[in-house]
């Protein structure tokens, strides 16, 4: 809560901002914030960085607003302040006052997620702060932003990943489902996730039904477990029997999925380093060379969404509808 003097101060920068002075009312602002650093005045300093900032965003004032929020994430570094409820509501609110096409609001994001992997409970940052910048860049349908954020995000996260992923899907031939799935599947299980990998397989196939009423599917029942089967779409079968393998752990297994769908996986071209990242770390197969899984993986996958002889997809998801084909209208 700010002091009487403190309220005095923002409300005399406010009235800059009003009467169009906004480089002063940043200056100023930046001035202020400098006196409270000095002196530990951490409170006093995250006010006024924060009501400033919100206002000169608010007036479209990217450059200026974007610059006192990056200042304002120091201050929290500078303060050693964790990323409860009350300091990640300021940034989200910023956040979401950001202009799409603003270029600080990426520098922004990042310094966010930094200030919360190094004093949170996260390493990759807070689930909640990824979430919010993932549902602002699908929203705005970056697709591959949305991705970086929405794999490290909240139990809400798989629904809006997969809508985004379905989307683009919706542009490309039929038969590449399974490749659109696998960009929210493989990434989830690299990072662990199982629960989130099934979820967006499942939620990714009942779009798939839903909107292609003439697609085949079987239902497959057995002790433990029911999976459904595409006998159109083979790598969506492979999809569901690799997340049935890696709850089992059983290698062999993994192994024969490997060789039984080899060709398909191979027409693909691009899921060798995932699906080497997943052996080793749900089946202890060892990887041939060291390296960072879950980076090699998205440079891998993230590099493009169709099949191995497309063109390179677009990075914005449109509304182009996908051509028609066997069992899909």
């Known amino acids: 809560m700010a002091t009487r003097n403190e309220e005095k101060k923002i409300a005399g920068i406010h009235k800059k901002i009003e009467d169009g002075q906004f480089y002063e009312a940043q200056q100023q602002t930046r001035l202020v914030a400098a006196r409270y650093i000095k002196?530990?005045?951490?409170?006093s300093a995250v006010e006024i960085l924060f009501n400033v900032s919100q206002s000169l965003l608010k007036a479209g004032q990217?450059?200026?607003?974007?610059?006192?929020?990056?200042?304002?994430?120091?201050?929290?570094?500078?303060?050693?302040?964790?990323?409860?409820?009350?300091?990640?509501?300021?940034?989200?609110?910023?956040?979401?006052?950001?202009?799409?096409?603003?270029?600080?609001?990426?520098?922004?994001?990042?310094?966010?997620?930094?200030?919360?992997?190094?004093?949170?409970?996260?390493?990759?940052?807070?689930?909640?702060?990824?979430h919010v910048a993932g549902s602002l860049y699908a929203e705005e349908h970056d697709a591959y932003e949305a991705e970086r954020h929405l794999i490290l995000g909240t139990k809400d996260s798989p629904e809006i990943l997969v809508k985004l992923e379905y989307e683009w899907y919706s542009q490309d031939e039929p038969h590449t489902a399974a490749t659109y799935a696998?960009?929210?599947?493989?990434?989830?299980?690299?990072?662990?996730?199982?629960?989130?990998?099934?979820?967006?397989?499942?939620?990714?196939?009942?779009r798939l039904t839903e909107e292609n009423k003439n697609l085949s599917v079987q239902d497959v029942s057995s002790s433990g477990s029911d999976i459904k089967i595409y006998p159109s779409l083979?790598?969506?079968?492979f999809l569901g029997l690799l997340l049935l393998a890696a709850q089992k752990g059983s290698a062999d297994l993994f192994r024969q999925l490997r060789a039984k769908y080899a060709a398909h996986i191979k027409e693909v071209g691009i899921w060798d380093e995932a699906l080497t990242s997943v052996g080793e770390?749900?089946?202890?197969?060892?990887?041939?060379?060291?390296?960072?899984?879950?980076?090699?993986m998205m440079g891998s996958m993230f590099g493009g969404g169709g099949s191995n002889d497309?063109?390179?997809?677009p990075k914005r998801v449109g509304s182009v509808q996908a051509p028609a084909a066997e069992g899909l209208d």
């Open 39 to 43: 002196t530990k005045n951490w409170n």
């Open 62 to 130: 990217g450059g200026s607003g974007g610059d006192l929020g990056i200042f304002l994430v120091d201050v929290y570094k500078q303060a050693e302040l964790k990323p409860d409820s009350s300091n990640k509501g300021k940034l989200l609110t910023l956040l979401r006052e950001f202009d799409s096409e603003e270029p600080t609001r990426k520098k922004y994001i990042g310094e966010i997620i930094n200030w919360s992997s190094k004093f949170g409970e996260y390493p990759a940052g807070e689930p909640e702060l990824h």
């Open 182 to 206: 696998a960009r929210a599947v493989f990434p989830y299980l690299i990072t662990g996730n199982v629960r989130d990998a099934s979820r967006s397989l499942r939620l990714f196939t009942s």
């Open 234 to 237: 083979p790598l969506l079968n």
């Open 281 to 296: 770390m749900y089946f202890g197969i060892q990887r041939p060379r060291q390296g960072n899984p879950l980076f090699d």
């Open 310 to 313: 497309a063109k390179p997809q």
